[in-house]
């Protein structure tokens, strides 16, 4: 049974960091196709960043160079380390991964940053 459990989502003022996390169960994450998106009220989801292959990693141009995607293969998690964090960054952000039967989406981590 696949399952994803994103965390470490809060409140941050601009310019800090955080990092969240996606607890994976139900299949391994060391080749998957796995990304992060996030979502703020009125607008839509947005894809932020994500694996393109075990280790070619992809960024939306408004996070680019702020944000790092990167994979624990022991604890099996994937990690968003997000830097120089702005307002518009807030929202709910959801870990994706596509499998052979479809795509799976956690529950979602809220993040908000301060002006």
């Known amino acids: 049974q696949v399952e994803l459990v994103e965390s470490g989502g809060g409140l941050v003022q601009a310019g800090g960091s955080l990092r969240i996390s996606c607890a994976a169960s139900g299949f391994i994450v060391t080749n998957a196709y796995m990304t992060w998106s996030r979502q703020s009220p009125g607008k839509q989801r947005e894809l932020v960043a994500g694996?393109?292959?075990?280790?070619?990693?992809f960024y939306a141009d408004s996070v680019k160079g702020r944000f790092t995607i990167s994979r624990d293969n022991v604890k099996n998690m994937v990690h968003l380390q997000m830097d120089t964090l702005q307002p518009e960054d807030s929202g709910v952000y959801y870990c994706k991964v596509r499998l052979h039967d479809g795509d799976y989406w956690g529950q979602g981590t809220q993040v908000t940053v301060s002006s």
């Open positions: 694996f393109l292959s075990p280790v070619r990693t």
